[in-house]
């Protein structure tokens, strides 16, 4: 006969929920450290959709198989207890730890910080700034002095813009930038377009900029923080160099290396304004050699001179890609 008191199961069924709840976080976490930084390393969309997925699965299924065929005994307030602070301190483990694998013997393998340059590695120092020297922000085309990339259009600040990346997959052109960043988060798997553009703003004849050179500097330390950094120099520009920088990041130390063979039509190619008309689908381009750049005094413009107005506008798309270890 029944007393109408609660049942045994009923009386289980918060330590169940929450060692189950408990139990589904540790599998999703430990998901997204698989996915993220020890094993495949997919990018942040698809990791967390996996671990919703995985940690999610497990709630849903394993709460209704505890069951009341588990006798009451075997789940008691205080094993409930002891689940729960025995699942948080995994969690909190996995989640402060670098890197279960360092129990392993695989040292920092996993660690998320920024991490100094070999000893051995001596990087040249960079400007303070992204971007620059500063300059007199003005119309597009309506610079009265020899300038490269002073100009603004539809409220963008061409002067940040020497150079931009983007994910070599994508082959749109999006406003405002056609997609292009200056800050990347890198995926190991992706090689990356870099777009180097520049220009005379200046309207006004006679206003020419004469021994036009180009250059890119790609770091030879590894970091996690990794800057590409163009520069034009002009012996008449005012300034005479200006230089932008694109910023990459990963959780590991790696370089940025010259990827030729990126994929199908990623091509490292040039347009001289002096030499041939070009269009954003890549018409009117020319191969070009990407190490030519980072030479030193870096790629000559054709005829040393860019002229002033819109048929100065000089664009070079070249690839790379981040090489760990």
């Known amino acids: 006969m029944s007393s109408g008191g609660p049942t045994s199961s009923s009386r ?10 408990l139990l589904g976080l540790l599998l999703a976490l430990l998901t997204w450290k698989l996915t993220t930084q ?7 969309a698809a990791a967390l959709t996996l671990s919703a997925a995985i ?5 849903f299924a394993a709460y209704p198989a ?4 588990f006798h009451s005994a075997k789940f ?3 094993a409930a207890a002891v689940s729960c602070i025995i699942l948080a301190a995994l969690i909190a483990t996995v989640w402060t730890w670098p890197s279960i694998l360092d129990a392993f013997g695989r040292g920092d393998s996993g660690r998320a910080r920024v991490e100094p340059p070999p000893a051995s590695c001596t990087e040249a120092p960079y400007e303070t700034n992204d971007w620059g020297p500063d300059r007199p922000l003005v119309p597009l085309g309506e610079s009265s002095a020899p300038t490269f990339n002073n100009g603004i259009e539809e409220g963008i600040d061409e002067r940040m813009w020497l150079v931009s990346a983007r994910d070599a997959i994508h082959q749109d052109s999006p406003r405002p930038n056609g997609g292009y960043e200056r800050f990347i988060e890198v995926n190991p798997q992706s090689s990356y377009r870099i777009r180097f553009m520049f220009w005379n703003n200046a309207s006004a004849p006679g206003t020419e900029i004469n021994n036009v050179r180009a250059a890119l500097r790609l770091p030879q330390c590894a970091s996690t923080d990794v800057r590409l950094v163009g520069q034009v120099t002009g012996d008449n520009a005012v300034p005479s160099t200006i230089w932008g920088t694109v910023r990459f990041h990963s959780p590991k130390p790696f370089k940025l290396e010259f990827a ?6 990623h091509r490292n190619i040039v347009c001289w304004p002096a030499e041939t008309a070009c269009n954003p689908n890549g018409q009117g381009f020319i191969p070009l050699d990407p190490n030519e750049l980072v030479a030193p005094g870096g790629l000559p413009v054709p005829g ?3 002229y002033p107005g819109s048929q100065s506008f000089t664009f070079i798309m070249v ?3 981040p090489v760990f270890g």
Do not use: E, N
Not at 66 to 69: F, K, Q, R, Y
């Open 76 to 78: 008691s307030r205080r």
């Open 66 to 69: 505890w069951g009341s065929s």
């Open 38 to 44: 020890w094993v495949w390393h997919l990018d942040d």
């Open 319 to 321: 690839y790379v890609r």
């Open 304 to 306: 040393g001179t860019l």
């Open 260 to 265: 030729p063979d990126a994929g199908p039509g």
């Open 12 to 21: 289980d069924a918060p330590g169940k929920f929450f060692v189950t709840i």
């Open 55 to 59: 940690g999610g699965g497990l709630i």
